[in-house]
């Protein structure tokens, strides 16, 4: 059962070395993320499953010890799924943003594994997520996404009117941990508004489902014309 959830953008800038003089200006989204792990720590949960967006060549699940690389962002470090054997395949980029945020965090609560939300539709994303929930007693996710890149005119997708209001009730129901609206989120919209969260989002809404959680909202911002955000639910 899903006892508690963290969610956090994933742009790889998100890692000082990456942002280099740009690197404050995501300082209280780092600040938040790491807020937003302390509630998964504090959850004592039996296995915490990290799920990002990925490509379709990258979906399913990655085992604990997955290794991640951020060299084709001009980064040599690499990033672990905490202990273990490596994995045969390369975490995609949300999933190597997640295993950083836990590595920056210390995480030794609970073993740590991954899983890749490819671009499946909203039914096949619950079901994962329900069966995410159903791998231990407490299981927790670290939900790794970020909102339209379609903000501002310098955004990745260029500006489109209606990112914002998609954005805003995104936020909305992450903060409020509201499971129909999570669901109800337009695959065929976030596509067009590269909302790369989408996906993510939906399994956490499967996973959540007779959870009772409860959700705040602890960032919200669209720094490069992307949306970010950092909830927590538990």
């Known amino acids: ?12 800038m ?3 070395e990456l942002a280099t003089g740009a690197a ?25 499953v990290v799920v990002g967006a990925a490509d379709p060549d990258h979906h399913g699940p990655y085992p604990q010890g997955s290794r991640g690389t951020f060299r084709g962002f001009g980064a040599g470090a690499d990033v672990r799924l905490g202990e273990g054997e490596e994995g045969p ?18 995480w030794g609560a609970a073993p740590v594994e991954g899983f890749g939300a490819g671009p499946l539709d909203t039914g096949r994303c619950l079901e994962a997520g329900r069966e995410l929930a159903a ?7 670290l939900v790794m996404g970020d909102g339209s890149a379609c903000r501002s005119l310098k955004a990745p997708g ?24 999570l669901a109800a989120l337009d695959a065929g919209l976030a596509a067009e508004l590269q909302a790369a969260g989408r996906a993510p ?23 490069y014309g992307v949306g970010y955000f950092v909830a927590a639910w538990s």
């Open 1 to 12: 059962m899903l006892v508690a959830a963290a969610v956090c953008p994933a742009p790889p």
């Open 89 to 106: 395949r390369l975490l995609p980029t949300a999933l190597a943003v997640g295993a950083w945020l836990l590595g920056r965090a210390g």
């Open 135 to 141: 791998r231990e007693a407490r299981v927790a996710l």
């Open 24 to 48: 404050a200006e995501l300082g209280d989204a780092r600040t938040a993320c790491s807020d937003a792990l302390s509630v998964l720590t504090a959850s004592r949960p039996d296995l915490l």
């Open 201 to 223: 989002w939906q399994v956490l809404a499967g996973a959540a489902e007779g959870a009772d959680l409860e959700g705040r909202l602890l960032y919200e911002d669209a720094p």
């Open 14 to 16: 998100l890692l000082p």
């Open 158 to 181: 260029y500006l489109d009117e209606r990112a914002a209001a998609f954005d805003a009730e995104a936020a909305r129901a992450l903060g409020a941990a509201d499971l129909p609206a």
